[in-house]
């Protein structure tokens, strides 16, 4: 089974960027389809940003768009999020997971879909 290990978080400012890495072993990264989740202090988890590699689809929260880039590379095992124009309510738990290659994409933002799961990297957004 595959192991995943998140870092890159951080105390950043408001309007700040940041870059997660999802860094996988066991079988290479171009098995699996990844996605970021976040748990903010209080609440329940949220999908942030999904990269399928059965239909080479991305797919972000609209919480996110347009300020989340995610990516991977294969090679390195690991896959990307750059967070740009980041907000304090950013400011959560960030989770890297294995979504199986055969959940529909409609399911790419439920926690339950996903087999494998990061420990998580602190990112807060604080002036």
């Known amino acids: 089974q595959p192991e995943l290990v998140e870092s890159g978080g951080g105390l950043v400012q408001p309007g700040g960027s940041l870059r997660l890495s999802c860094e996988t072993s066991?079988?290479?990264?171009?098995?699996?389809?990844v996605g970021w989740f976040r748990r903010a202090r209080g609440k329940e988890r949220e999908g942030v940003s999904c990269?399928?590699?059965?239909?080479?689809?991305?797919y972000y929260a609209d919480s996110v768009k347009g300020r989340f880039t995610i990516s991977r590379d294969d090679e390195k095992k690991t896959v990307y999020l750059q967070m740009n124009g980041l907000k304090p309510e950013d400011t959560a738990v960030y989770y890297c997971a294995v979504l199986p290659w055969d959940v529909a994409s409609s399911r790419v933002f439920e926690e339950d879909a996903y087999d494998y799961w990061g420990q998580g990297t602190q990112v807060t957004v604080a002036s």
């Open positions: 066991g079988r290479t990264l171009e098995y699996y389809d």
């Open positions: 990269i399928r590699r059965s239909d080479g689809r991305i």
